[in-house]
């Protein structure tokens, strides 16, 4: 029998909030049951999300095209990102585990989180009044 175990901690310095941690330990507990390989953090996706997050709060928009037409694959070729896989964007859940639930509770959002082809993940959250914005973005 194995001992559960609380995973590592993530090493302050890697620019990444606890709550985007937690997300993305989360999607890996979903894609574990569903039988997926767990994605892995990705710094460029992360800063793709956590910009658009911010964009979406500080706009005032909640779409996944933003005001000036551009979609989630637009967004990150201009930030020079190949690979898109999916986005996933969600407002006004306080913390990692009230997201999570929003998303798996959503046959979308869940079909993004359970793609088991999707290989890495940038979670992003701005913090603001109307917020919190949360977006993830996954990659192949």
């Given at each position: ?35 997926c ?13 956590a ?24 967004r ?65």
């Amino acid at each position: 029998p194995t001992t559960p175990t609380t995973p590592p901690a993530p090493t302050p310095g890697e620019g990444h909030s606890a709550d985007e941690a937690a997300v993305l330990t989360l999607v890996n507990q979903e894609r574990a049951q569903a039988g997926c390989g767990p994605v892995r953090a990705n710094p460029p996706l992360a800063t793709l999300a956590a910009a658009f997050s911010k964009d979406m709060a500080t706009r005032g928009f909640f779409d996944h095209t933003d005001p000036d037409g551009n979609t989630p694959w637009d967004r990150a070729t201009k930030a020079g990102l190949a690979g898109l896989g999916g986005e996933n964007i969600a407002r006004g859940q306080g913390d990692a585990q009230a997201v999570m639930n929003a998303w798996m509770n959503s046959p979308g959002h869940k079909a993004n989180i359970l793609n088991c082809e999707f290989r890495t993940l940038g979670v992003g959250v701005y913090v603001a009044a109307g917020g919190p914005w949360w977006t993830q973005d996954f990659g192949f």
